[in-house]
């Protein structure tokens, strides 16, 4: 067997998140098509935006259904162990379509209320939704690099897209600079381990963990620093100050999107990595990961309390989930995962 998969293989494995794109792609090309002219009136932007809501909600259901078509074929192995084709997967992409689809019915109805979006809107949480996908599917740390990006940058903009409110405009320029540090993080991290591993996939790390047991200065820094950057994704204290201020200033639909959908597909991640990459150097961030938990469980629960903001109050209550969360992944193995996925849904 060729250590890298061929190109129908690969194509197999992705079919999901092809067809998202292909049809995120497909509205896309829709709206630069038949631009809003400057006369055009509110009703008539309203009524463009809720056809590509809608559409977009049709299209996570024709998406759902091929990722239950996949599950239950069973033959979704890949030759180089890129990318997963486990229960894991597959589950997550299903929570992962139901909160976007959710969200896009939000979209629609507060357009009708408000007309505060766009018809770009609906495509690029599409985007987002897609860079998700990709992160419940990655075994290999480029592709966990791809997912995080087309996931961050597409939400970057939907915490500003109302450009009628100056809390948004604040909440999109926090969100964009707190998380490119957190990219740095992340990719200085898969640099340093590439270097002290030789490979990026995960399972390729995984043995040379075991291979190794007196781990190198060099791996556990490029650890420590790719769950700085991971951290930064879920939430979690000392991480978290990004979160009230954006889930304040972003419009609902898309704080509802991002509190719910962005943070299953960032935890999804996160378990991956700790369980198949870093779950034998266990004694090393075992403690860390631990008191982590209980930081941003007690940080969530307490700020909670003095909020006067009904949205603060919910951001933060999203923040002490990230902590219950987090336990699963100090418990670790395949009994976390399970729970880790009960969890979200």
Not at 234 to 259: K, N, R
């Amino acid at each position: 067997m060729s250590e890298y998969m061929s190109g129908g293989a690969l194509l197999r494995a992705l079919a999901p998140e092809l067809l998202l794109t292909s049809g995120a792609l497909a509205m896309l090309v829709g709206t630069v098509w038949s631009p809003q002219s400057q006369r055009a009136g509110a009703a008539e932007g309203a009524e463009r935006t809720s056809t590509m809501s809608r559409f977009a909600v049709v299209l996570c259901l024709l998406v759902g259904l091929v990722v239950v078509i996949a599950w239950g074929d069973g033959a979704t192995g890949t030759a180089d162990q890129r990318l997963a084709g486990d229960g894991f997967r597959w589950a997550i992409d299903l929570v992962i379509l139901l909160g976007t689809g959710m969200s896009l019915m939000l979209i629609d109805a507060e357009q009708h209320r408000s007309g505060a979006f766009s018809p770009e809107v609906p495509v690029l949480v599409l985007f987002a939704a897609v860079g998700m996908m990709i992160l419940a599917a990655a075994r290999d740390l480029m592709f966990v690099f791809l997912g995080v990006e087309l996931m961050s940058l597409a939400v970057y903009v939907l915490a500003g897209v109302n450009r009628r409110s100056g809390r948004g405009a604040e909440a999109a320029v926090k969100y964009f600079l707190l998380g490119a540090v957190s990219t740095g993080f992340l990719l200085y991290g898969i640099a340093l381990l590439y270097g002290a591993t030789g490979s990026t996939r995960l399972v390729d790390i995984g043995q040379w963990v075991s291979a190794h047991p007196p781990l190198s200065p060099l791996f556990i820094v490029g650890a420590a620093l790719l769950l700085v950057g991971l951290a930064f994704k879920v939430a979690a204290a000392p991480f978290h100050l990004w979160t009230p201020d954006v889930y304040d200033g972003a419009p609902l639909p898309i704080t509802a999107f991002m509190s719910a959908t962005v943070k299953t597909a960032a935890f999804a991640v996160f378990a991956r990595v700790m369980v198949e990459a870093l779950g034998r150097a266990s004694a090393q961030w075992h403690t860390g990961l631990w008191w982590l938990a209980v930081a941003t469980m007690v940080v969530g629960n307490v700020f909670a309390l003095s909020q006067r903001n009904l949205v603060r109050m919910l951001a933060y209550s999203s923040i002490a989930h990230a902590g219950y969360l987090l336990v699963t992944l100090v418990v670790g193995g395949a009994a976390a995962t399970t729970a880790l996925v009960f969890y979200m849904v």
